[in-house]
C-alpha cells in the first residue's frame, strides 16, 4: 500500500518561500508519475508541477511557470515542490499524489491512484 505524507504548508507573505514535501512509502507507484495539485475554497482541485512521459517531462500550469519548480530525491523516496514569489492567489490546499504511469500532458486526475492528505499554503499581501 502506498502512502503519501506532505509536509512544508503554512503562511507566508506575498514574495516569500515555501518548500513542500511529500515522503513516499510502499509499493505500487512510479517515481516518475508524481506531481502536485492544488484546491482553493470553492474549486476544482487542479494540476500545479508533475513528472510525465515516463519522467521525461515536467508539466507547469500557467500560472506556476517560472515560479515553482518540482524535484524528486530518490534515496529518500520524497519529491518537492519549491514556490518562490508566491501569490495570495496561491493559497489553497496542495496534495501530492502518484501513479504507475504519466503519459498525458496536463496531469489528468485519473493518472493518479494516491492521494496525500494535503497540506495548507495560505500567501498573504
Known amino acids: 500500500q502506498v502512502q503519501l505524507v506532505e509536509s512544508g504548508g503554512g503562511s507566508v507573505q506575498a514574495g516569500g518561500s515555501l518548500r513542500l514535501s511529500c515522503a513516499a512509502s510502499?509499493?505500487?507507484?512510479?517515481?516518475?508519475?508524481m506531481g502536485w495539485f492544488l484546491q482553493a475554497p470553492g474549486k476544482q482541485r487542479e494540476g500545479v508541477a508533475g513528472?510525465?512521459?515516463?519522467?521525461?517531462?515536467?508539466y507547469y500550469a500557467d500560472s506556476v511557470e517560472d515560479r515553482f519548480t518540482i524535484s524528486q530525491d530518490n534515496a529518500k523516496k520524497t519529491f518537492y515542490l519549491q514556490m518562490n514569489s508566491l501569490k495570495p492567489e496561491d493559497t489553497a490546499m496542495y496534495f501530492c499524489?502518484?501513479?504507475?504511469?504519466?503519459?498525458?500532458?496536463?496531469?489528468?486526475?485519473?493518472?493518479?491512484?494516491?492521494w496525500g492528505q494535503g497540506t495548507q499554503v495560505t500567501v498573504s499581501s
Open positions: 499524489a502518484a501513479g504507475s504511469a504519466c503519459w498525458q500532458f496536463g496531469m489528468p486526475e485519473w493518472n493518479y491512484n494516491y
Open positions: 510502499g509499493y505500487g507507484y512510479s517515481r516518475n508519475c
Open positions: 513528472f510525465y512521459r515516463n519522467g521525461g517531462s515536467i
